[in-house]
């Protein structure tokens, strides 16, 4: 309930219309007696359409026209689904497929593939990870653990725990597991060579790499998943960074031109960092996490280029690591190919986030109060701080948030209806 009145409150503030629960129960009364399947209906959408286009049409009429396409008909089989790696992205890609279990999402959380830990209860701390998050909170359900079957149950989900040394070592058949996309979330192997090997166990069809690829296919969903066709088996992700700025990069792009410019990330420590000061590989890294600013490279400038190849060459890019473990911030500072202001930029930006293919990539904000804590749980891949935009003539400066976990989890979870074929129709029907 409190999700739906939020939901409410953000169409006020942001599309700047007034929308209350009285236009929209009458919505969700009727689609209750309607046998739609497999389809992502937007309540409030809908409301403002019957208000504005009915023309005179019962509300049960125009729901059955709105949605014809999606009513009757079989539901899809699921696509299975392994997790190989359960850490931060791990759990939370765990939490997104879990809550769409059962509603027409397609996609199936069938197993984990870890590597056994040393202590005696590994399966009960694997569960416990699923169930406590010190950033995003509790998980929403029951966890139970299986100890016969060596599985998790996750709201009455069995989800499979194996254990294995490496990706071509797993007989996923003998779990009834079959044609699985394989999310791979432990970064060690990042190209076509290493994540191949996961094609080598039975039972595995596609895999997907949450982190930046090398040789294979970045993709950033929003931006270039037009480049994914059917045969494509491996496929990455790209960055948490990449994700978010793409999009709206994409957008600017589009309407005014990116000439150049520079991004730096404001970015939340990751456990890549040390806790104390010790010895790291990498410059500056080995500095405790939690009590310094850190600045550190970032290849997310660059790495926008394979999502977008007009701007390759046109924008170079640093990163901060602040201490703080969550949400971080991409600020673009860009000159344009054509002026705009203030007003004009965060009225296109907003529309972008409301009413266009990119709605579920850039959200969009406007409170004067906002901080990072509460973009937590975020889903979109950046958010644009609309009262922090600077723009006059041909330059412009962007504040992006993300939820650098989450919101990242988001997108590959979109990728991975993509390779799984099972992107669910929208409605009503955008007519961008």
């Known amino acids: 309930?409190?999700?739906?009145?939020?939901?409410?409150?953000?169409?006020?503030?942001?599309?700047?219309?007034?929308?209350?629960?009285?236009?929209?129960?009458?919505?969700?009364?009727?689609?209750?007696?309607?046998?739609?399947?497999?389809?992502h209906v937007d309540v409030g959408k809908l409301a403002v359409k019957f208000r504005d286009e009915a023309n005179g049409a019962s509300l049960e009429d125009f729901l059955q026209a709105e949605l014809a396409p999606a009513i009757g008909g079989a539901v899809a089989e699921p696509t299975d689904v392994v997790l190989y790696g359960f850490g931060r992205i791990g759990r939370l890609l765990a939490r997104l497929l879990i809550e769409r279990t059962g509603g027409g999402q397609a996609l199936r959380l069938r197993a984990i593939v870890v590597r056994k830990g040393s202590a005696a209860n590994d399966l009960e701390k694997r569960a416990s990870l699923l169930r406590r998050?010190?950033?995003?909170?509790?998980?929403?359900?029951?966890?139970?653990?299986?100890?016969?079957?060596?599985?998790?149950?996750?709201?009455?989900?069995?989800?499979?725990?194996?254990?294995?040394?490496?990706p071509d070592q797993v007989d996923y058949t003998a779990y009834d597991i079959n044609n699985a996309l394989v999310l791979d979330n432990t970064g060690i192997w990042r190209d076509e060579a290493g994540l191949s090997l996961h094609l080598k166990s039975k039972g595995v069809a596609k895999v997907a790499l949450t982190a930046p690829g090398k040789g294979i296919k970045n993709i950033v969903m929003g931006v270039n998943h037009a480049d994914i066709s059917d045969d494509d088996k491996i496929l990455s992700a790209a960055s948490c960074t990449t994700n978010a700025i793409s999009p709206v990069l994409k957008a600017l792009d589009a309407k005014y031109g990116v000439t150049n410019g520079h991004v730096e990330t404001v970015h939340a420590y990751t456990n890549d960092q040390n806790l104390i000061d010790n010895y790291h590989k990498g410059d500056r890294r080995g500095r405790a996490a939690g009590?310094?600013?850190?600045?550190?490279?970032?290849g997310a400038a660059k790495a926008v280029s394979k999502a977008l190849p007009q701007l390759e060459g046109k924008?170079?890019?640093?990163?901060?690591?602040?201490?703080?473990?969550?949400?971080?911030?991409?600020?673009?500072?860009?000159?344009?190919?054509?002026?705009?202001?203030?007003?004009?930029?965060?009225?296109?930006?907003?529309?972008?986030?409301?009413?266009s293919p990119l709605q579920k990539q850039i959200d969009f904000s406007n409170s004067p109060e906002a901080v990072s804590?509460?973009?937590?749980?975020?889903?979109?891949?950046?958010?644009?701080?609309?009262?922090?935009?600077?723009?006059?003539?041909?330059?412009?400066?962007?504040?992006?948030?993300?939820?650098?976990?989450?919101?990242?989890?988001?997108q590959v979870i979109r990728l991975a209806q993509r390779m799984a074929q099972c992107t669910l129709p929208a409605f009503p029907k955008a007519k961008y």
């Not at 950033?135 to 254990?163: C, P």
């Open 1 to 39: 309930v409190i999700d739906v009145l939020k939901a409410h409150r953000f169409v006020r503030q942001v599309e700047e219309q007034e929308l209350s629960v009285r236009d929209t129960y009458p919505i969700l009364t009727a689609l209750d007696k309607i046998d739609v399947k497999n389809a």
């Open 133 to 166: 998050d010190s950033v995003h909170g509790s998980f929403k359900g029951t966890i139970q653990v299986d100890q016969e079957n060596q599985a998790i149950i996750a709201n009455g989900n069995l989800i499979n725990v194996i254990y294995s040394d490496g």
């Open 291 to 298: 009590l310094n600013m850190v600045i550190t490279e970032t």
């Open 315 to 355: 924008l170079t890019g640093n990163a901060i690591r602040v201490p703080t473990p969550n949400v971080s911030m991409a600020i673009l500072n860009l000159n344009l190919d054509n002026p705009t202001d203030k007003e004009e930029l965060n009225a296109y930006l907003r529309d972008q986030a409301l009413h």
């Open 373 to 410: 804590s509460d973009f937590v749980g975020s889903r979109a891949a950046g958010v644009v701080d609309a009262l922090a935009t600077i723009a006059e003539d041909n330059r412009c400066v962007l504040y992006v948030w993300y939820d650098n976990e989450f919101g990242y989890s988001c």
